[in-house]
């Protein structure tokens, strides 16, 4: 089965611009879940979606970061307007229920200029 | 809150072994590790759910100690493609998002 994939893989933007990231996780997994590893530190939880429902946001930084889950499939996180501080690799991973290990997609790498 | 993880880095030779340690200040609900390449993704290694549990394949293994409060990650007679950033990843609640620790730079030469 096909692993859990995300789009782009890299981006450059410039501070206060749009930037839309998407996930699409592993066929069947109704728990989503995104990431955010900042140079130099640990990757950190950001939300966590069951299907279209958003279970756990706590983690999301601020209010220029939006997340969907529109239909449980696909996942896109939206950062708008961008700051500097945005800048890191961000990870999308799925859950199947009633399992407890996450797959990880590749990453998208986020640059802010 | 985050785990702590141990060490930092790591330089071996091929064939030599290391350990990773993962601790947590309060009992956990299940402990993940992960191995992830530069550019690509985390790959889950094993989880840990019970306390006092040990498992493993190939030439990597890992525990969890009674009180579910720490985890060690063993590598034995390292290879080259043992190479990467090892993460421990803790659950609070069954279903909860994964807390992960600083991370282990491990490197193996030939």
């Known amino acids: 089965e096909a692993g859990v994939t995300q789009f782009p893989s890299h981006s450059v933007i410039e501070k206060g611009q749009t930037v839309t990231l998407r996930c699409d996780p592993i066929?069947?997994?109704?728990?989503l879940y995104w990431y955010r590893r900042v140079m130099g530190k640990e990757i950190k939880f950001l939300l966590h979606?069951?299907?279209?429902?958003?279970?756990?946001e706590s983690g999301m930084p601020n209010n220029r970061f939006l997340a969907e889950r529109t239909g449980g499939t696909y996942s896109t996180l939206k950062v708008q307007p961008a700051e500097l501080e945005d800048s890191g690799v961000y990870f999308c991973?799925?859950?199947?229920?009633?399992?407890?290990?996450?797959?990880f997609g590749p990453g998208t790498r986020l640059t802010v200029l | 809150q985050q785990p702590v993880q141990s060490p930092q880095a790591v330089i071996l030779r091929e064939g030599e072994d290391a350990v990773i340690n993962c601790s947590s200040s309060?009992?956990?609900?299940?402990v993940h590790w992960y191995r992830q390449k530069h550019g690509e993704a985390p790959v889950f290694l094993m989880i840990?759910?019970?306390?006092?549990e040990q498992k493993g394949h190939d030439k990597i293994s890992a525990s969890f100690n009674e009180k579910k409060q720490q985890s060690s990650l063993y590598l034995t007679a390292s290879q080259l493609s043992y190479s990467g950033t090892y993460f421990c990843g803790t659950v609070n609640n069954a279903g909860n998002m994964l807390t992960f620790g600083g991370g282990t730079r491990l490197m193996v030469k030939p």
């Open positions: 979606f069951v299907k279209e429902s958003k279970q756990d």
């Open positions: 066929s069947g997994h109704d728990n």
């Open positions: 991973a799925s859950r199947r229920d009633s399992y407890n290990e996450q797959f």
């Open positions: 309060k009992a956990l609900y299940s």
């Open positions: 840990l759910l019970k306390g006092g």
